[in-house]
């Protein structure tokens, strides 16, 4: 029996924002689009946002964030640990697209302690949801 064993557990993406758009200073949006994985006891659960083709996405403050995804990335029983993890890609035709940075957090022990809103600049300078080139804010909720 593991510490989460008869809990229930849901991972959910609110929303992205890029900095960096990856694509020359005259053109006005990259092409994006993002994997997810969840990781947590036997079951790995992906999703690629959106599930076709690609958002454009400008790195100007007022255009650079995709908001109210509200996506279910994982929903079920957790095991002793959970990893989150989150790639993003700019697609280029003539060349090989451009990644933004990993995402990636663990979590590990009773699943109560992970509950949680996982938003940038709320740890200090290095937040990992707050990366380089792009930022993003998940939710976790004990169901
Ligand atoms: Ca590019
Ligand atoms: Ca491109
Ligand atoms: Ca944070």
């Not at 609110?14 to 960096?20: A, G, N, Y």
């Not at 992906?46 to 403050?61: A, F, N, Q, T, V």
């Given at each position: 029996m593991g510490v989460n064993s008869g809990k229930q557990i849901r991972v959910i993406l609110?929303?992205?924002?890029?900095?960096?758009k990856l694509e020359p200073f005259f053109k006005e949006y990259g092409e994006f689009f993002f994997r997810t994985k969840v990781t947590s006891g036997s079951m790995t659960v992906?999703?690629?946002?959106?599930?076709?083709?690609?958002?454009?996405?400008?790195?100007?403050?007022r255009?650079?964030?995709?908001?109210?995804?509200?996506?279910?990335?994982?929903?079920g029983e957790p095991g002793d640990t959970m990893i989150v993890e989150m790639f993003g890609e700019e697609i280029?035709?003539?060349?090989?697209?451009?990644?933004?940075?990993?995402?990636?957090?663990?979590f590990s022990g009773d699943c109560g302690t992970w509950v949680g809103a996982y938003v940038p600049s709320d740890e200090g300078s290095d937040d990992p949801e707050e990366m380089s080139n792009w930022r993003l804010r998940y939710d976790v909720e004990v169901v």
């Open positions: 609110r929303w992205i924002q890029v900095k960096d992906e999703h690629r946002l959106p599930e076709k083709g690609h958002w454009e996405i400008s790195d100007h403050p255009f650079s964030r995709v908001d109210k995804i509200d996506r279910i990335l994982f929903e280029d035709t003539l060349s090989d697209n451009d990644h933004l940075d990993p995402y990636r957090r663990e």
